[in-house]
């Protein structure tokens, strides 16, 4: 364990997520000196642990330069992203080129101020150009995007903290839930009239858990209510591939849907057995090429590096594999142990056996996991095959307790960019957000604050509740 000793409450976030970084496998506890009684239980129950203090009398970005660079003598590590903590590394760049600074300019603020890798410097650098490009014709001003969560999936996959609920349980309440979108929908409808809708997104959860005749009517009653003349992009995420059937994909292609995802995390059938995905790879190709047969001209897929038990041979099976299927659309995640995850779970046990000396004889499938590590090999590995198939970066974004503290990055072939994806992580633009644990958020310039209201997480409680998560987004864009 790494104990941190700080005399004034600051900075803790950010102190933790640096001490973690550089030792991933250990806890890490930030600690007032003042509050004696706090300190002395944490060091009497961990006498092995490993004490430093931290200076937070400085400013917070001269705090976490010092602090990278003691830690990196200290272990003789550097991190890819240096001293940043933050998740969207981009949006630091994005905002030097709106002030005006030249790309040397920004290299060496980069590297001096946040002692970032050349190779990661050079890569947000170009995607930020590459952002800015592709986000020419948005309506900052007066436009927005609308973000509708469907909180359902076949089953629970073992990373995901998402707000999801299992399909056979709950496929009683369905259309009662779409009635109560259709309420905030009308309110959309109703408060947004006049504006520009840019980008429509359906994510989850899985939307294809929903029957046809729901997709159709869900669809319908927006392009009823709301004016899509405008709209550059309509994503319906279909990600697991045993919630695709034809006639599923049928209907979005009908109702005018531009862009699907079919993710496959990884082309081992062990491991996706092992995550909770109960599908197979041949049911992932299947549901890919019968897309392709339905029309569909821009399909994403997400891929995961650092499952458990995977590595770098793994995971240049995986791009061999989609490469074949050439989607149009890559995302490319690093693991992110998320908290309130059946994976973070199991993660904990396992500390505490090691901690404990105990063993278990039981440890089949997900009983037991220590083998979750993301590599700078892997990550090449995947970045090349990306480009080996005509795909460029264009976005990325980075999640706390990320694995090899490296970042996820979206490549897409040229036109076929997920614009949703940059504008809901760089954050330029208002997002409408319909659903169960969905977060709406007001940008009030490309400069501004931004102000957030979410939407309850517990489906059945959203749905008693609707008309209040209507008058919170009504208070939020008076």
Request: hydrophobic share 35%; net charge negative; charged share 30%.
């Amino acid at each position: 364990m790494q104990i941190v000793l700080i005399k004034e409450d600051k900075y803790l976030y950010d102190i933790h997520s640096l001490y973690k970084a550089f030792y991933p496998e250990q806890d890490v506890k930030v600690l007032l000196t003042s509050d004696t009684e706090k300190c002395k239980e944490v060091m009497d129950a961990n006498p092995d642990a490993e004490i430093s203090e931290v200076d937070v009398s400085v400013s917070k970005n001269q705090l976490k330069k010092d602090t990278y660079l003691k830690l990196s003598e200290k272990t003789g590590k550097k991190l890819p992203w240096g001293n940043l903590t933050g998740i969207r590394p981009t949006r630091i760049i994005m905002n030097l080129i709106e002030e005006g600074k030249s790309d040397k300019e920004i290299i060496d603020h980069m590297r001096n101020q946040y002692c970032v890798s050349d190779e990661k410097i050079d890569l947000s650098l170009k995607i930020a150009h590459r952002e800015k490009d592709i986000l020419k014709d948005i309506d900052y001003k007066n436009g927005y995007s609308l973000y509708i969560g469907i909180p359902f999936c076949p089953t629970t996959c073992l990373y995901c903290s998402f707000t999801s609920y299992p399909i056979g349980a709950f496929s009683g309440i369905v259309d009662d839930y779409i009635s109560c979108l259709e309420k905030e929908i009308d309110y959309v409808a109703e408060e947004f009239k006049g504006k520009t809708l840019d980008t429509v997104y359906i994510g989850g959860g899985t939307p294809t858990t929903l029957e046809p005749n729901q997709l159709e009517r869900l669809i319908g009653y927006l392009k009823d209510k709301l004016d899509f003349s405008k709209v550059k992009e309509f994503t319906v995420e279909s990600g697991r591939p045993d919630s695709i059937t034809r006639d599923k994909l049928k209907v979005m292609k009908k109702m005018g849907v531009t862009r699907i995802s079919v993710n496959p995390q990884t082309m081992r059938d062990e491991t996706l057995k092992l995550i909770g995905r109960r599908h197979t790879v041949d049911q992932l190709v299947s549901s890919f090429n019968m897309a392709r047969e339905e029309g569909f001209d821009n399909i994403n897929m997400d891929i995961i590096l650092g499952l458990p038990g995977e590595g770098a041979s793994d995971v240049a099976y995986t791009m061999s594999k989609i490469a074949e299927l050439a989607p149009d659309d890559l995302t490319v995640h690093s693991l992110a142990i998320k908290r309130g995850s059946k994976l973070a779970e199991i993660m904990d046990q396992t500390r505490q056996r090691t901690k404990n000396n105990l063993s278990d004889s039981n440890n089949s499938e997900t009983g037991y996991l220590d083998e979750i590590n993301n590599t700078v090999e892997m990550m090449e590995i995947a970045s090349k095959g990306a480009r080996d198939m005509g795909l460029e970066p264009y976005y990325l974004y980075r999640q706390k307790n990320i694995s090899g503290n490296f970042e996820n990055t979206g490549f897409a072939r040229k036109g076929k960019a997920g614009i949703y994806n940059i504008l809901i992580n760089e954050e330029v633009q208002s997002i409408v957000a319909l659903g169960a644990g969905t977060v709406t958020k007001r940008v009030y310039g490309f400069d501004g604050r931004i102000e957030r209201c979410d939407n309850v997480k517990d489906v059945k409680l959203y749905m008693e509740q609707v008309d209040e998560m209507i008058k919170r987004k009504w208070k939020l864009f008076l």
